[in-house]
Each structure stands twice: as structure tokens, then as C-alpha cells.
């Protein structure tokens, strides 16, 4: 079976840093996406992950360990904009077919 | 914007009815991805096409189905509605890689 798990929420100050885990458990790997996605709205990509190892994109930096089946997204010097659901998707070997956790939902406060 | 569309926005029906939901991908993407999100369940993959063929199915009810078209735009065809197909569905695009799926607006069902 597939699995993707997330933490549901977490909240954090304006200003800091926050990490959200993301384990998973899939027949086949091919690749880690973490995508934005505001209430109501449709995700946006923030990144991808093929190789283990730390992709540092702004504010923005996405881990991830293949043996470890492990990965997180860090933002830093959050913003109150931020605020929003991040979603971990697991894209499986043989095509192009990405499963997606249910997604943790993140509350920046001032 | 991602530059893929979605239409209608909005669509209310009753149960028992069928409709359809439109989607166009970026310009160039071969891809068309078809995901249902509802608020209990998360982004639920159902299907994906790559240039007029069916490359991937997920969770799709036989009550649903899909094609995607010669001009790369895609329908997904809901039938026999019932209550619990109320949800937002959402069509991505991606070019050949597939690295990354660009989502369209999405369109919200609810199933009166």
C-alpha cells in the first residue's frame, strides 16, 4: 500500500522557522513534491527532490532522505502570508502517478 | 497563474444527475492529471493522461470517466452523483518529464 504521513497542524511565530515533516511508505519512489496550497485554491510547487540531500530555494528548503523514506520542508523568517496548507506528494516509479498526503495545515501568528 | 484552466468554476446539481468538468493544460504539456479534493480526504489522484492516452488510474469510480482530446484539452465525466461527490476537483498539467504538475483553479462540485 501507499502511505504518506504529515503532521495536521502546527503554528508558528512571524519571523521564525518551522519544519514539517513528511514520512512516507511506497511501492516505488521516483521523486518528493511539496506544494503550497491556500484555502480554497489550487496547489503551488515549491519544490522537488529526486537525490537526498538539502535544495535550498529563498526562504524555502526541501530534505530528503530515500533510505530513511524522510523528508521536510523548512521555512524560514516566516510570514503571515505563509499561512497555509503544505502538502508532501510521492511521485511512484513506472509513470507519472503522485500520491498526495493529507497535507499539514500551518498557522503563522503575529 | 499557472496558465491551466478549468471550467465551469462553480457547478451545483442534484444527485442522479451527470456533468462535466473541462480542463485545459499549459500550452505545450502533454499531461493532464485529474485529482478530487474533498475535506475529509485530501488530494485524491484519479487519473492521468499523456497525449490522448490513458497513462495512470487512481482512486476513479466507475461512475467517472475521462478523455483527453487531439487539442490536449480534457474532460472528466461524473454520472449518477451522489452527495458525497460534492468536492473540489482540480486538473494539473506537466510536460513530458512530469517533474512538476502545474494545477488549474479547480472546479467546486456540490451535489444537492
Known amino acids: 500500500g501507499q502511505n504518506i504521513d504529515q503532521p495536521t497542524e502546527m503554528t508558528a511565530t512571524e519571523g521564525a522557522i518551522v519544519q514539517i515533516n513528511c514520512t512516507y511508505q511506497t511501492s516505488g519512489f521516483n521523486g518528493l513534491f511539496w506544494y503550497q496550497q491556500h484555502a480554497g485554491e489550487a496547489p503551488t510547487f515549491l519544490s522537488y527532490n529526486v537525490l537526498d540531500g538539502l535544495e535550498e530555494k529563498g526562504r524555502f528548503s526541501s530534505f530528503l532522505s530515500r533510505s530513511k523514506g524522510y523528508s521536510y520542508l523548512l521555512l524560514k523568517e516566516l510570514q503571515m502570508k505563509d499561512s497555509a496548507s503544505y502538502l508532501c506528494a510521492v511521485r511512484l516509479t513506472g509513470g507519472f502517478k503522485t500520491i498526495f498526503g493529507a497535507g499539514t495545515r500551518l498557522f503563522v501568528k503575529a | 497563474d499557472s496558465g491551466v484552466t478549468q471550467t465551469p468554476k462553480h457547478l451545483i446539481t442534484a444527485t442522479g444527475q451527470r456533468v462535466t468538468l473541462r480542463c485545459s493544460p499549459r500550452?505545450?504539456?502533454?499531461?493532464v492529471y485529474w485529482y478530487q479534493q474533498s475535506l475529509d480526504q485530501g488530494l485524491q489522484f484519479l487519473i492521468q493522461y499523456y497525449n490522448g492516452e490513458e497513462r495512470a488510474k487512481g482512486n476513479i469510480l466507475e461512475r467517472f470517466s475521462a478523455q483527453q482530446f487531439p487539442d490536449l484539452h480534457s474532460e472528466l465525466n461524473l454520472s449518477s452523483l451522489e452527495l458525497g461527490d460534492s468536492a473540489l476537483y482540480f486538473c494539473a498539467s506537466s510536460d513530458g518529464r512530469g517533474y512538476t504538475q502545474y494545477f488549474g483553479p479547480g472546479t467546486r462540485l456540490t451535489v444537492l
Open positions: 500550452s505545450g504539456d502533454l499531461s
